[in-house]
C-alpha cells in the first residue's frame, strides 16, 4: 500500500536564528561546486513523536537550509519545505520543526544549503532518516547513555573512533535518550596520552580543545568535536536524538555556589553557563519552549506504549552544599518547584504504558562535589538515614507515584560512569513510603570509566547488576572496552519493558523484562 505523505508546514519552525525566509523552493543542482555552501557537520533529528520532529544542520556560511522529506528512500512525491536562514549569530547551524507527519512511518530527509550572497549557488546534499512514534500499539526500541570525549578521551582514529555509536547504531533504535555530559567544556584533549601498558593513545585535536571552554565559539567548538567522529555522524543521520545536560556542558559539578579552579579566566558562572546553554541549544535538534526559552525539561510522547520526561538537574539547583536540611527550600533545591509540579502533572495526566523518567544524575549513588576530600553534595543521595536536602524532592515524587496512583515508572540515568541496575525496595529503605521501582544506569559512551560509587539506604537501593573497573583501575580509557550502553524494547502485543544492559563490542551483560501493572 503506499502511504501518501502529508504535511503541514508549522508556523512553529524553531530556528537557531530566529528568523526564516517563506515560499516554496526548487532544489536544482548547481555548478561552481568548489565554491558551494557545505553541510560541515553531518545532520541530525530529534524530539520526535507520533506526528513529526526536528531537523538540524550546519554550514559554512550564511545560507538558507533547504530540506526536502518523504517517505521512500527515493524521495519520489518528496515535499520541499520553505526555507530557514543559516546565520553568524548562529554559528551557521539551523534547526526546523517538522509536523503533520504520518505514524510510525520511516521518514527521509534531504538537506542542503543555498549562498545567501549568491543564490544561484547550493551545496551538495546530505541524507538522514527518522521513524516517527507509532499511533498504534507496535515495538519500541530505544538506547540510552551519557559522558563523550571526557578526560581527555577524544578520537582515537587507530581504536576506531567513538565505537560505542556504531553499537547502538546496530541495533535500529527509535530513539537516543543522551542522558548528559554531551560534551567536556572543562577538559582539555590532548594529542597524546600515555597508558599504563606504555602505549599510546592518539586525539585528533583541535585548537578549542587545548583549554577549558569559556567563550561561546569555545562552547560550541566542543560540540562540533564530537560530530567530526564518523561513528557519531552515521549514527546521528539514522537515529533520533532526546537531548538532556549535565554539569560538563557548562563546568564540572556546577551549580551557582561553584568556586572555579585557576584554569578559567572567566570568572562569572553565570555567565558560562549561558554561554554553555545557548551553544546546547544551537546544536542539537531539540524542540524550544516558548514559555521559557532555554527549557532543557520536556516531556516527550512516543506512542501508546512509552512517554518520556525528561529532566533537568543542573539549571534550577541549589548550591552544591552539605544539603542536609529537613525542610524543603531553596538550599535543597535540585528539580525546583516549578519543575517538581510539571513532573507530577505530567506522570498524572500520561496514559502511556510506561512513563520513563530520564535523570541525568542516580538517585542514590553518591557524588561529592568535592571528590578528594570526600566533601559536598553533587547528586541527590546525601548518605545513609532518612530523606534530607535533595532527597526530599525525590521522596515526594515517589510517595505521589505511590498516593496517585501511577503504574509502571523507570528511572534511566548515567553520569557515574559505569553500568548498573538498582531495584528499590520499601521494605529496606529508610523512607518507606513508595512503590517498588527500577532505576538503571549506563554509560560512559566515550569517556574514562569509573566507580563503583558508594549507596546511600535512605530509598533501599538493592544492586542486582553492576560493571565497573573496581578502586584500584580508574579512568581506563574506551580502549580498555567499558563503555556501556543501554537498550530498552517495549513489545508492543504485551507492553512488556525489557532492558538490557551492554558493552561497546555489543556482548549483552545483563538483562530484565518488566510486566506492565494496570489499575
Known amino acids: 500500500m503506499k502511504i501518501k505523505l502529508k504535511i503541514k508546514f508549522s508556523r512553529r519552525k524553531f530556528l537557531t536564528t530566529g528568523a526564516g525566509a517563506l515560499g516554496a523552493i526548487a532544489m536544482p543542482h548547481m555548478s561552481r561546486a568548489a565554491d558551494r555552501p557545505a553541510v560541515t557537520h553531518g545532520v541530525q533529528s530529534g524530539d520526535v513523536t507520533v506526528d513529526g520532529g526536528v531537523v538540524w544542520a550546519r554550514t559554512d556560511r550564511p545560507a538558507q537550509m533547504l530540506v526536502e522529506v518523504a517517505t521512500t528512500e527515493s524521495f519520489k512525491d518528496a515535499r520541499a519545505l520553505p526555507p530557514i536562514a543559516a546565520l553568524p549569530e548562529s554559528d551557521f547551524t539551523a534547526k526546523m520543526l517538522v509536523d503533520n507527519l504520518p505514524g510510525g512511518q520511516d521518514i527521509f530527509y534531504r538537506v ?3 549562498d545567501l550572497s549568491h543564490t544561484a549557488i547550493e551545496g551538495e546534499p546530505e541524507v538522514g532518516r527518522f521513524r516517527t512514534a507509532p499511533a498504534d500499539r507496535r515495538d519500541v526500541s530505544f538506547v540510552w547513555g551519557g559522558d563523550v570525549a571526557g ?5 582515537n582514529p587507530d581504536d576506531g573512533g567513538m565505537l560505542t555509536f556504531s553499537a547502538m547504531r546496530k541495533h535500529r533504535p527509535d530513539f537516543l535518550l543522551h542522558s548528559g555530559d554531551t560534551i567536556y567544556a572543562d577538559g582539555v584533549i590532548p ?3 600515555k597508558l599504563a601498558d606504555g602505549k599510546i593513545w592518539k586525539n585528533v585535536t583541535i585548537p578549542e580543545k587545548a583549554k577549558v571552554a569559556e567563550t561561546l565559539d569555545e562552547y560550541r567548538a566542543a560540540h562540533k568535536y564530537n560530530f567530526t567522529d564518523d561513528n557519531v555522524r ?5 537515529v533520533p536524538i532526546f537531548v538532556q545536560w549535565d554539569d560538563h556542558e557548562v563546568t564540572n559539578n556546577w551549580s551557582l555556589s561553584k568556586d572555579l579552579p585557576s584554569t578559567y579566566k572567566v570568572r562569572d558562572i553565570s555567565l558560562l553557563a549561558a554561554r554553555a546553554g545557548r551553544a546546547f541549544h544551537e546544536m542539537y535538534p531539540m524542540r524550544e519552549s516558548i514559555v521559557e526559552p532555554g527549557r532543557v525539561y520536556r516531556k516527550i510522547a512516543y506512542g501508546p506504549h512509552l512517554d518520556v520526561f525528561v529532566l533537568d538537574e543542573r539549571s534550577y539547583r541549589g548550591p552544591n552544599g552539605a544539603n542536609l536540611e529537613t525542610e524543603y527550600g531553596p538550599a535543597s533545591f535540585f528539580l525546583g518547584p516549578e519543575q517538581m509540579a510539571w513532573l507530577k502533572r505530567g506522570l498524572l495526566n500520561s496514559r502511556a504504558t510506561w512513563k520513563v523518567i530520564a535523570s541525568d544524575m542516580p538517585l542514590s549513588l553518591i557524588v561529592y562535589d568535592d571528590a578528594t576530600n570526600k566533601r559536598g553534595s553533587e547528586a541527590f543521595a546525601q548518605g545513609d538515614g532518612p530523606a534530607r536536602g535533595r532527597e526530599l524532592e525525590i521522596a515526594d515524587i515517589l ?14 540515568t548515567a553520569d557515574v560512569h559505569y553500568a548498573a541496575a538498582h531495584y528499590y525496595d520499601p521494605n529496606k529503605a529508610q523512607f518507606q513510603d513508595f512503590e517498588p521501582f527500577w532505576e ?4 560512559p559512551l566515550h569517556a574514562g570509566t569509573f566507580g563503583p560509587n558508594e549507596l546511600d539506604n535512605t530509598f533501599g537501593p538493592d544492586v542486582r547488576f553492576i560493571k565497573a573497573p573496581g578502586p584500584d583501575k580508574q579512568n581506563l580509557p574506551p580502549s580498555a572496552g567499558m563503555q556501556f550502553f543501554g537498550h530498552v524494547k517495549i513489545d508492543g502485543a504485551s507492553g512488556q519493558l525489557t532492558v538490557t544492559l551492554r558493552d561497546r563490542a555489543d556482548v549483552a551483560l545483563w538483562s530484565t523484562t518488566l510486566d506492565p501493572k494496570f489499575a
Open 234 to 238: 552515521a549514527f546521528n543521520a539514522e
Open 151 to 155: 578526560q581527555g578521551w577524544g578520537i
Open 440 to 443: 538503571f544506569v549506563s554509560g
Open 399 to 412: 510517595r505521589f507515584i505511590k498516593m496517585a496512583p501511577i503504574r509502571n515508572t523507570v528511572w534511566l
Open 191 to 193: 594529542s597524546e596520552v
Open 112 to 114: 542542503r544549503f543555498r
